[in-house]
């Protein structure tokens, strides 16, 4: 008798996916599968990408006069996939990254302007978009439907800037099916540093170590009578900012969070100079939450947790 197996490769993965189309003829009905329905996929170049089945256990709890485990009620079976996107334009000022639909199922509205830029900023009013994701691997299609996202941004010195974004969908099937050719568009990211990458608090420049941000969005899968779904119910935004400390005279953090007022700072951070390969991150309210020291190759810096007060906003231009 000999063993049944395939050498599958790790790496011979594929995530292409497609969002909710309102202008589709025939119409789209949300959360059905959109790929299916005739959306033309995108292929996402991703990095460390993971899908995982998620299972809630239902205990019946019987007395059948017998001792050991019993069998449990497998339930509200969903999927979700954790996966890191390097941070880059498309290549062309005004038109949106290959990776843009992603961006849009975390709760942000896309505003393309023609030959100038294209910006994506954070909503609160259920207008985003879900979406069908096709996770091909292991010789299969793991079908992912009705998905919404997470993401979180990490911008650190001498590093490549990425997005992690933490998707959740319903089940939508997995069948044996083989992988497309991957046919990935996305530009080559440039990595943290002078050349590059320009930060400015309340409109002076700092020296930046890191930046991080998080949208803390809550992602819930949903299964009730008469709907089954994945929806986004709150977004808290928040982060850490680490620079090296300037002279106390330019800036001032232990004034800032002592003050009975409430002080909020606009910050931008622009990744890239070449057009069609900048990328933006602002907010016109960040919130200085406390500060701390580090250290950096010898040198003192401030750590400093902070709440985006205002609205997150990120420009490819």
């Known amino acids: 008798m000999s063993a049944k197996f395939q050498k599958y490769k790790v790496k011979r993965l594929l995530l292409t996916m497609a969002v909710f189309n309102a202008a589709a003829s025939p119409a789209l009905v949300i959360g059905e599968d959109y790929i299916a329905a005739g959306e033309t996929p995108k292929h996402i170049q991703t990095k460390n990408a993971e899908l995982s089945l998620e299972i809630e256990t239902l205990d019946r709890e019987l007395d059948d006069a017998t001792l050991g485990y019993k069998p449990q009620m497998l339930v509200g079976q969903h999927f979700t996939i954790s996966t890191e996107v390097e941070i880059a334009g498309s290549g062309t000022a ?44 292991a010789g299969r299609n793991h079908k992912v439907l009705g998905a919404q996202a997470n993401v979180s941004v990490a911008v650190a010195n001498g590093a490549l800037p990425t997005y992690t974004l933490t998707i959740t969908g319903t089940y939508g099937g997995v069948l044996k099916e ?20 320009t930060f400015t608090l309340d409109g002076s420049e700092y020296a930046l170590i890191n930046y991080s941000s998080d949208q803390n969005n809550e992602v819930n899968y949903t299964d009730l ?26 800036f001032d953090p232990f004034a800032i969070v002592n003050s009975e007022a409430e002080v909020f700072l606009p910050f931008s951070l622009q990744h890239g100079t070449t057009a069609g390969n900048i990328v933006t991150f602002s907010n016109p309210e960040l919130q200085i939450l406390g500060v701390g020291y580090g250290e ?22």
Not at 106 to 127: H, I, K, M, R, W
Not at 225 to 249: K, M, N, Q, R
Not at 298 to 317: C, E, H, L
Request: hydrophobic share 30%.
């Open 178 to 197: 083989a992988m497309p050719t991957p046919s990935f568009n996305q530009l080559k990211p440039v990595k943290v540093g002078n050349q590059y990458t």
């Open 225 to 250: 009578p008469g709907y089954e779904g994945v929806s986004i119910d709150d977004i808290a935004p928040e982060g850490e900012i680490e620079i090296l400390v300037p002279d106390h005279s330019d």
């Open 94 to 137: 005004g038109t949106a990254p290959v990776y843009n639909d992603l961006i849009k199922i975390c709760a942000f509205s896309e505003t393309v302007n023609p030959g100038t830029d294209v910006q994506y900023e954070q909503l609160d009013d259920d207008s985003w978009p879900d979406a069908t994701i096709y996770f091909y691997h």
């Open 296 to 317: 950096f190759e010898g040198k003192r810096t401030f750590v400093m947790p902070y709440g985006a007060i205002g609205k997150n906003k990120i420009t490819v231009s």
